[in-house]
């Protein structure tokens, strides 16, 4: 078998150069959230707002740019082999065009659902919902466990309980369907604020992002920090 020499490249994907002088390069993880694809709210506090209407809200085309943004970003970072962990709220009310895009977006995505996705636990209409999910994502959780550097991660739309709905934002809603802070390290969405690390938890948002997914080295770097 041709020897593989590796060295690890950018967003930490794996480069190696097999004895042919082939590059070889092995897919990359990746972390957002809160896309909201198709929410015109969303999109105008996002600056997606050049034209109006009589409620103050952006206009179709500018909900159409949001979305195409969106795309471009994931685009030109995701590779077709890559993962990427959607930590919820694709959408606001999970509509077939939010689907639509998810299919269109290179990788295999796994979802975590937060409140606005209606294959959360929390929402009665899950059980019929999620087999047709399945069909845009490979996996739909409300929660999961990773592993990196040797320590446990946990992944979930919602922070713990203790950051509330976001810096500056007054109450804590869903407190029922948060995990419990027992000192893991957490990914999270949910809260649209430009914060990243803080304390345990790490905001994969892409508001804090540049409306971009997150790479996973830089998890594994917020992971290393004292």
């Known amino acids: 078998m041709p020897r593989c020499v590796t060295q690890r490249g950018s967003n930490g994907r794996e480069r190696g150069r097999r004895a042919t002088g082939r ?8 972390y957002t959230s809160d896309i909201h694809i198709g929410h015109r709210l969303v999109a105008g506090i996002r600056g997606f707002n050049a034209v109006l ?23 030109a970072v995701v590779k077709p082999g890559d993962q990427v962990y959607v ?15 998810i299919a269109a977006r290179p990788g295999t995505k796994h979802l975590i659902a937060g409140n606005h996705d209606p294959v959360h636990p929390m929402d009665r209409r899950a059980t019929k919902k999620t087999p047709h999910w399945l069909g845009y994502f ?39 369907y948060r995990l419990p802070d027992l000192g893991a390290k957490l990914l999270h969405g949910h809260t649209h604020g430009t914060e990243r690390g803080h304390g345990a938890m790490l905001h994969v948002g892409v508001d804090a992002w540049g409306l971009s ?13 004292p």
């Open 138 to 176: 490979e996996t739909v959780q409300p929660f999961m466990r990773r592993k990196l550097g040797g320590q446990d991660l946990l992944l979930s739309h919602f922070p713990y309980a203790s950051w509330g709905d976001g810096e500056g934002r007054e109450g804590s809603r869903y407190d029922q």
């Open 23 to 30: 590059l070889v390069t092995a897919p990359s993880v990746w």
């Open 53 to 75: 209407d009589d409620e103050g809200k952006p206009s179709p085309d500018d909900v159409a740019e949001h979305d195409r943004v969106l795309g471009a970003n994931w685009d």
């Open 213 to 225: 997914p997150v790479p996973q080295q830089a998890v594994i770097d917020w992971m290393a920090t």
């Open 87 to 101: 930590l919820g709220d694709i959408s606001i009310n999970g509509g077939q065009h939010a689907l639509d895009w």
